[in-house]
């Protein structure tokens, strides 16, 4: 099972170097229209029993094909972040314990939906004071390319490091106070 899952994983990957519907913010509607209605039946139906659900999400649904390789692709990043999210977390404050039983909805769906309101993907984005990099690693996950994502945290800047490098992900981190970039 787990050959399969990494051999899909790389699919997943090559197909979103050939064909880039990130750019397209109708793409990017559509997927967070499709996975809200999902969640929607799972939470109704069979919820997960360990609350993640981008990992139930690609498990229950991968074989069904009602996703596309890309949207795969960001769900399977998506859930790999989680994890490293949620190991930090406990180490340093991330995010709100409060908000981890919900985690899914208040923080990553709603990193997606801002995607209506910021300028195209090919202009400059910066995340100010991105602390746990939302929204600045789900907009890096969904495919906006020239992120910038400020934090002055030393710790929380070698975390935003981190996860570009564990994710294959592509922002700039900035480790300073706002005060500081030019």
Known sequence: REDNRTRE??????????VDKTNDAKFV???YNKVINLKKKINTSQPPKDGDFFK?????YASLKILDLMERHIVLLTSE???ILLKENETMNLIGKSTIIDLDERHFLDCIQIVK???RHEKSVMD?????????????IIGFKNLHLVEKSPKKSSFLENCKLRLGLNYVVHNKSISDIS
Request: proline share 5%; glycine share 10%.
């Open 29 to 31: 509607r559509k997927f």
């Open 9 to 18: 994983y790389k699919e997943a990957i090559e197909y979103n170097k050939k």
């Open 117 to 119: 309101y910021l300028p």
């Open 56 to 60: 139930f999400l690609d498990n229950k």
């Open 128 to 140: 100010i004071g991105t602390g746990a990099g939302l929204p600045g690693i789900i907009l890096s």
């Open 81 to 83: 972040y989680k994890k």
